[in-house]
Nanobody, 130 residues
Framework: QVQLVESGGGSVQAGGSLRLSCAASGYPYYRGCMGWFRQAPGKEREGVATIYSADVGVFYVAYHDSVKGRFTISRDNAKNTVDLQMNSLKPEDSAMYYC????????????????????WGRGTQVTVSF
């Protein structure tokens, strides 16, 4: 059974940083697609960043336009984790952040469509204040 557990959320002031981590178990971690999604109250879930593992040490990543240059997604196959480093946080980044996984090909993975992901964590809250 696939389990994804997020950690690292919290409250910060605008301009601050947070690092989210997702621990995966029961998932064929050595391949496939993982990502971070977020959903704010009253808004649709959106793909923040995804990462596709093509081969040992070879990854393809994709970001939502609003986080490019501020957020970095990474994965550690040895530790079965995928992290999201978030810098220069803005109030509009406030949302529930979810880790997700799917057995997708590269192109589908970098499209960041949340409906294509079948495995989800419970989420971790990120709140950015002015």
């Amino acid at each position: 059974q696939v389990q994804l557990v997020e950690s690292g959320g919290g409250s910060v002031q605008a301009g601050g940083s947070l690092r989210l981590s997702c621990a995966a178990s029961g998932y064929p971690y050595y391949r496939g697609c993982m990502g971070w999604f977020r959903q704010a109250p009253g808004k649709e879930r959106e793909g923040v960043a995804t990462i596709y593992s093509a081969d040992v040490g070879v990854f393809y990543v994709a970001y939502h336009d609003s986080v490019k240059g501020r957020f970095t997604i990474s994965r550690d196959n040895a530790k079965n984790t995928v992290d999201l480093q978030m810098n220069s946080l803005k109030p509009e980044d406030s949302a529930m952040y979810y880790c997700a996984a799917a057995d997708l090909g590269r192109d589908a993975c970098v499209s960041r469509r949340w409906a294509a992901f079948g495995y989800w964590g419970r989420g971790t809250q990120v709140t950015v204040s002015f």
